[in-house]
């Protein structure tokens, strides 16, 4: 159950009247009449709880109507607050709140909804605003704004972790504050148009603009800066690696992201944060449901391949493609739920899915897909040039490409994944579906090899060698063993080569060339 409760026992000192702001008129409704519209137009609030003094009740049409529950307020906010939290425990089975003010009226239907939508993967979400002035205090202290925001209402909370902490003696008002520091916060800085009302003058403010902006929500799409895209995995390598072109990139993100929006009727995002090559927003959309909005700088080079696999490759074992958009390099997938990674323990749906894989392969045609054995001999020329571990994986390299001609030269190339490794393979309703194609052009084989290169080195408590000849007999029901042992070598030289610009230090790639010996010596 989800429930609003509306914070309205103030009594307004600072704001020079009698009557409690709240209950002053905004073209002629009072404050919290606003908020209330807000809630009961929210199509996830199940429940409306106002916390107020029962007096006041007759100061407001909404409230006045009988329908919305009653909480007393108490001497100080965080009184109130425990008034209204113990009423609705002892009243009502609910999992999650909306904690919202009666003086903030600029609060609109789809922000609530939000809000609760959110709470399926946070603990709780917060109203936030930068601090857009310079910081001082009366100590001169010399402090930097950016680890400083402001916190606002609407908040929202999974309602019995807010209950198991919520300390009504707590220094700090911010209620966020009093959860364990481990909690999963999202901090929403989206809503810049939050006028809480403070001042008598505010009130001629909130005249002016509340039917500006109450329309502005009801027709447009939020408008996002670029800071918003800005995740940990883009900082971790794109904008560590490449800041010009990914920092262009994002600004045009930012423009285009309304457009997108409105194109496939998104309502809300939440970014993936580990995505290193470009932006995963995990989105809802009116029109489709739970989507993934994969966002592809033009620089990486991915996103023609991409799309064309996704049309291409079966949809036996693909995931579902809704649309594409080519001006933004944007693809429109389907969300794979619950999209838990594969596991070769799971090996029944895991091996229904490689049947599929080899099931439903299909030759390449000419010019379809990147050319493997050309990027192959790319990374063997530039090898000579790498800042670390040079002189090994040119020696790979170099067996890598005699290797390929020698098992391979012959063989047909198919249009394959190529990145087939456990996080690209996710467990939807009907079993696993893969994700993230890369589209080489190049033999059936290569198509296991990430797979049995991120399970060796994941898996080192069962010993490399033992690892190694489980999974290349594995997958020899699909292919022959010594072509599946070959595909992983030559592969394995291609992505440690990869790993040199992809890590910050020497030790991942020096673990994949030990991987390389122990697969060496299969051959």
């Known amino acids: 159950m989800n429930i609003a409760m509306i914070m309205s026992g103030g009594v307004g000192k600072r704001f020079g009247t009698l009557l409690p702001k709240q209950y002053n008129l905004i073209h002629g409704r009072p404050v919290i009449d606003y908020v209330i519209d807000a809630c009961r137009g ?7 709880v106002v916390v107020c003094d029962p007096q006041c ?18 001497s100080e906010r965080c009184y109130s607050l425990q008034n209204g939290l113990e009423f609705i425990r002892k009243n009502y089975n609910c999992d999650n709140i909306c904690i919202l003010d009666a003086v903030a009226p600029f609060v609109y239907p789809e922000l609530i909804d939000e809000y609760f939508a959110r709470l399926a993967d946070y603990d709780c979400v917060i109203t936030s605003q930068k601090i857009t002035g310079e910081l001082g205090n009366y100590d001169y202290d010399i ?80 408008v996002y800066e670029k800071e918003a895209f800005i995740t940990e995995g883009l900082q971790s390598f794109l ?34 944060q580990t995505s290193r090559y470009g932006l995963v927003l995990l989105a809802q959309s009116a029109r489709y449901g739970a989507v993934i909005i994969k966002l592809i700088p033009p620089f990486v080079d991915r996103y023609a391949n991409e799309k064309s696999c996704y049309m291409a490759l079966s949809d036996a074992f693909m995931c579902k493609m809704y649309d594409s958009d080519d001006a933004a390099d944007a693809l429109l997938l389907q969300q ?9 323990e799971d090996n029944l749906m895991l091996t229904r899915f490689w049947d599929s894989v080899f099931e439903h392969a299909l030759p390449a045609p000419d010019g379809q897909g990147t050319d493997y054995y050309a990027e192959l001999l790319d990374r063997l020329q530039s090898a000579k040039d790498l800042p670390y571990c040079s002189a090994p994986i040119r020696e790979s390299l170099q067996f890598a490409v005699s290797l390929y001609e020698q098992r391979f030269s012959a063989d047909t190339p198919y249009l394959i994944h190529g ?32 797979f049995i290169r991120n399970d060796v080195l994941r898996n080192t408590e069962f010993g490399t060698a033992a690892r ?32 040199v610009f992809e890590n910050e230090a020497p030790c991942e790639t020096e673990r994949m060339l030990k991987l390389l010996d122990a697969v060496r010596g299969t051959l």
């Open 42 to 48: 929210a199509k996830t609030v199940d429940k409306i």
């Open 57 to 74: 009740v007759r100061f407001s049409p909404e409230l006045s109507k009988g329908d919305i529950a009653i909480a007393p307020n108490g």
């Open 143 to 222: 402090l930097d704004r950016n680890q400083y925001y402001i916190s606002q209402s609407p908040e929202a909370f999974r309602f019995s972790l807010l209950m198991r902490y919520f300390n009504p003696e707590f220094p700090s008002s911010e209620l966020a504050n009093q959860l364990p520091v481990n909690t999963k916060r999202y901090l929403n800085f989206d809503f810049k148009n939050n006028l809480k009302i403070t001042y008598d003058f505010e009130l001629q403010y909130a005249e002016q603009m509340i039917a500006y902006f109450r329309e502005r929500y009801r027709r447009s799409v939020k």
């Open 239 to 272: 904008l560590r690696t490449n800041a010009g072109e990914t920092n262009a990139w994002l600004s045009k993100v930012a423009e285009s992201y309304p457009r997108l929006a409105e194109k496939w009727e998104i309502t809300s995002f939440i970014a993936n």
């Open 336 to 344: 794979v739920k619950p999209g838990d990674y594969a596991r070769f």
């Open 419 to 450: 990145d087939l490794h456990e996080f690209n393979i996710l467990k939807g309703e009907n079993g696993y579906v893969a994700v993230d194609p890369i589209g080489f052009r190049a033999p059936l084989a290569f198509e296991t090899a990430r």
């Open 468 to 499: 190694l000849t489980l999974l290349t007999e594995y997958f020899s029901k699909w292919q022959p063993i010594e072509k599946v042992r070959a595909a992983l070598y030559i592969d394995l030289s291609f992505t440690t080569y990869n790993s």
